[in-house]
């Protein structure tokens, strides 16, 4: 193709999207485009798989059957999250099998936040209050972003994280209502979960490198600081009605701006966890690697299984 004919090709694509249109599989589109989704999907469908290890840690631990119903589905529904999302990210040409390579190898990221231990019972409510409540704030934006097999993914994620955020909310509101070392350990959590929660929605805008692209073909539609923002605005009313109190002295209502005033992130740590130093990130690792090289023989399996049937049907159509 001349340079001419994929200028062309360009500026039909990009007319598309301003138009709000969704681009499909089979579209052209520029590599750099398919490179950036490939990496953003892979790495969403990352996070969904390794987020499901901190809240499995508590699963034989939940303290009734009613709780420990709900987090099994959650985390079921972690487990479903990462496989729309493989999937979809398979539309764009790369294999399931390199993604799990690029995770196992280290090579991929996946969210920092599922780094962090989970000491405490409380910590399953603060992971659904604060960590599924800042994803569904980063995620409802991606239901309208441009790559269709994405943007339907995330309709039907979102609708889910909603359960978890509410889920996470009522075992918090019940430990702040219950005894003092209830209400502690509630306190604990939120202690520990708030900054973290926090360093989810990424750099600060200035240090961000992909937002202006991103920004560009709607794979982003507000920026790292604005989402941030209208997470804290929404969370802290939330820490109010529970009683407990948000671990950040600067906290403040602006009546000038309408919006909460808050202290500096601690943007030392979230690098080093970035770069694979936080307190889990070796034993989330071998957790996956882990449970990939156990499955093998299940793959095995499967694979022989449906040789076997395909050599069945074939001798029949023969
Ligand atoms: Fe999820
Ligand atoms: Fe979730």
């Known amino acids: ?140 934006a991606l239901c309208n972003t441009s790559y269709g097999p994405y943007a339907r993914a995330m309709v039907r994620i979102c609708k889910e994280e909603s359960f978890h955020q509410r889920q996470g909310y009522e075992i918090m509101l019940t430990l702040s209502r219950g005894t003092e070392e209830q209400k502690a350990m509630a306190q604990d959590a939120l202690n520990r979960w708030w900054w973290p929660s926090l360093m989810m929605f990424g750099p600060r805008d200035e240090a961000s490198t992909h937002t202006a692209q991103s920004m560009k073909w709607k794979l982003k539609r507000k920026t790292n600081d604005e989402l941030r923002q209208q997470f804290i605005d929404q969370t802290v009313p939330q820490a109010d009605i529970l009683g407990l109190s948000v671990p950040d002295p600067d906290l403040k209502f602006n009546p000038e701006t309408g919006h909460y005033d808050f202290g500096e992130i601690d943007w030392k740590e979230f690098w080093q966890v970035v770069k694979g130093h936080g307190p889990c990130n070796k034993e989330r690792m071998e957790a996956r690697v882990g449970a990939w090289e156990r499955g093998a023989w299940v793959r095995d399996a499967a694979m022989a299984h449906a040789e076997k049937n395909k050599n069945k049907t074939m001798a029949k159509a023969g």
């Open 1 to 140: 193709m001349s340079e001419r004919e994929v200028k062309n090709l360009e500026a039909i694509f990009d007319a598309r999207i301003e138009r709000d249109e969704r681009i499909e599989p089979k579209d052209w589109m520029p590599e750099k485009y398919r490179q950036t989704h490939i990496r953003q999907i892979s790495q969403h469908a990352h996070s969904e798989i390794v987020g499901m290890l901190p809240e499995g840690n508590w699963i034989t631990r939940a303290p009734s059957l009613r709780r420990k119903a709900a987090l099994l589905a959650k985390v079921q529904d972690e487990a479903g999250h990462g496989l729309y999302l493989y999937s979809a990210c398979e539309t764009l040409g790369i294999t399931r099998e390199e993604m799990y390579e690029q995770l196992h190898s280290g090579k991929a990221k996946y969210s920092s936040i599922f780094n962090y231990p989970t000491i405490t019972w409380a910590d399953i409510g603060a992971i659904g209050w604060l960590v599924d409540g800042a994803a569904i704030i980063n995620q409802v």
